[in-house]
C-alpha cells in the first residue's frame, strides 16, 4: 500500500515535470516560428544582369565611338549608321536592365516588390501568390489587372527564389 501511494506520487511528479517541459519547449517553438514568419526575407532581382550591363556599357560604348571616328576618317557612312545604332540599342538595353532590378521582400502575409530606388511597388497578398504561374526563366504573378514578374537566374536570384517558394509552400510551382 505504501508502495503504491509513492508510486502514485513519483508517476504524478513526472507527468507534471514533462508537462512543463513540453509546455516550455512548445512555447519556444512557436516563439522562434512567429520570429521567422513575422521578419521580411529579402533578395534582388536582376542584380547581376543590371550591373553587368552598367560595367560593360561604357567600354562598348568607347569601342563603338573609336569604330565611328575610323570609319568617318575612311568614309564608310553605312558602318558609321550601324555603329550608332549598336549604341542607341546598347544604351537601350542597359536602361532597362536597371529598371528591372527590384528588391523582393516576402513573409507571411505577402510579397512586396521594390524599385531600385527603394519605392514600394506593389505589395501583393499570399493569397494571390497561388494564381501565380511558373514558366521556365520566371514566375509571372497577376495581381489587379497587372503582371508581375520574378526573373530566374542561376546567377542572380535562383537560391533565393527557391527559398520564397519552399516559404509559401506552393506546391504549384
Known sequence: MFNHIIQELITKSIEKQTEKIITK???????????????????????????????????????????IFIQLQVYHFDMVALCYILIILLLYITYKRVHKMYLLAYWQSGLTFYDRKGNQLVQIPSSYLKNASLKINKIIIPYHNETW???????DN????????????NDSF
Open 158 to 169: 535562383l537560391k533565393a527564389i527557391e527559398q520564397m517558394l519552399l516559404y509559401f509552400k
Open 25 to 67: 519547449t512548445t512555447h519556444k517553438k512557436i516563439q522562434q516560428e512567429e520570429a521567422i514568419y513575422n521578419k521580411p526575407h529579402l533578395f534582388v532581382s536582376g542584380y547581376y544582369q543590371a550591373y553587368a550591363f552598367l560595367l560593360v556599357s561604357p567600354i562598348l560604348i568607347a569601342v563603338l565611338l573609336l569604330c
Open 149 to 155: 514578374i520574378i526573373e530566374k537566374n542561376k546567377n
